[in-house]
């Protein structure tokens, strides 16, 4: 074979590679597209069937219970452990560089913020996406591959109204109560640190937190708590009622729950910060 012969196999198999790789990537693309488009009809569907059934006086209160108090037991102890580092690392961080700029009177402001406005949001999605998600995306895909599912729409049962509109009240209930405490223990621990390591006075903490953070701050991460966890609980569904083929598929709908979850209130998380900061810039109050 030739020189010019190789090189135009070569050249070939390299573009062919090329073609697959896009390919490849554009079929991924669509893929998620289409998830994230399903997963938001199912939202879509739930919200319409629960206002339907609140009006009609209807809702499963008991079932929205039994799941929120679930969720609870799974995320409480995980929200305490991670918001007590939180703080802490917050608190030393911020504290350092402030020490450095000679304002320790900021600490209080700067942790106390970065907790409220980042930090516990997305330690919420977090856990109600690691824990929350990868339960609720297992249960629902064990009983769609032992065709639980499949038997309710027989019966004429709507799996929606009857699985999945109890989880995304019980996610939307537990999501604002997640956030609280974490900011509760984040704030603490951040204090206890600043007090007896930085040498910051009690006073002066709650002076400069209480100047920078508002009562809007505290609202608008209510809010994003709320928005992660109706995004995680409705791509938990999708993916829990979409398992297929046995065991390992109900595994592969908790990992993709789990991974598509995260990432997506990361992107969002992202989105909303610019907005915020947009309209709502950092201010006395």
Same mark, same amino acid.
């Given at each position: ?10 050249? %070939? ?16 693309? #669509? ?26 006086? &209807? ?6 219970? /039994?799941?929120?108090?679930?969720? !609870? *037991? ?19 961080? $911020? ?14 402001? +700067? ?10 949001? #997305?330690? %919420?999605?977090? #856990? ?9 995306? +297992?249960?629902?895909?064990? &009983?769609?591959? *032992? ?33 609280? #405490? !974490? !900011? ?12 007896? +390591? ?14 920078? /953070? ?24 999708? &993916? ?25 209130? %990361?992107?969002?998380? %992202? +989105?909303?910060?610019? $907005? ?5 810039? $950092? &201010?006395?109050?």
């Amino acid at each position: 074979m030739s020189t010019v012969e190789k090189f135009e196999r070569a050249e %070939t198999t390299e573009l062919s590679g090329t073609q697959i790789l896009r390919r490849n990537f554009g079929e991924t693309v #669509l893929s998620s597209l289409g998830t994230m488009g399903r997963s938001l009809r199912i939202g879509s569907d739930a919200l319409r069937v629960g206002s339907g059934d609140i009006l009609r006086m &209807r809702f499963p209160v008991h079932e929205t219970l /039994t799941q929120a108090w679930f969720l !609870i *037991r799974v995320t409480a102890l995980p929200s305490v452990l991670m918001a007590i580092p939180f703080g802490v690392i917050v608190s030393a961080q $911020v504290g350092n560089i402030v020490s450095q700029l000679g304002a320790d009177s900021m600490i209080g402001a +700067a942790g106390g913020l970065g907790v409220i406005k980042q930090g516990a949001p #997305l330690a %919420t999605a977090m #856990l109600l996406g690691g824990a929350g998600a990868a339960a609720i995306a +297992a249960d629902l895909g064990a &009983r769609t591959i *032992r065709e639980e599912v499949d038997a309710m729409r027989v019966m004429g049962v709507d799996p929606v109204q009857r699985l999945v509109v109890p989880r995304i009240a019980a996610m939307m209930l537990v999501a604002p109560l997640l956030n609280t #405490l !974490i !900011i509760f223990i984040g704030i603490a621990s951040g204090f206890a640190v600043a007090v007896t +390591a930085l040498g910051v006075t009690p006073g002066s903490y709650w002076q400069s937190f209480g100047s920078f /953070t508002a009562p809007i701050d505290i609202w608008v991460s209510l809010i994003k708590s709320l928005i992660f966890g109706f995004l995680v609980v409705v791509i938990a569904c999708q &993916r829990g009622l979409e398992a297929k083929g046995g065991p390992r598929g109900v595994a592969d709908g908790v990992n993709a729950a789990v991974v598509m979850s995260i990432a997506s209130v %990361t992107v969002l998380n %992202t +989105a909303i910060t610019q $907005v915020v900061t947009m309209f709502i810039p $950092v &201010r006395m109050a």
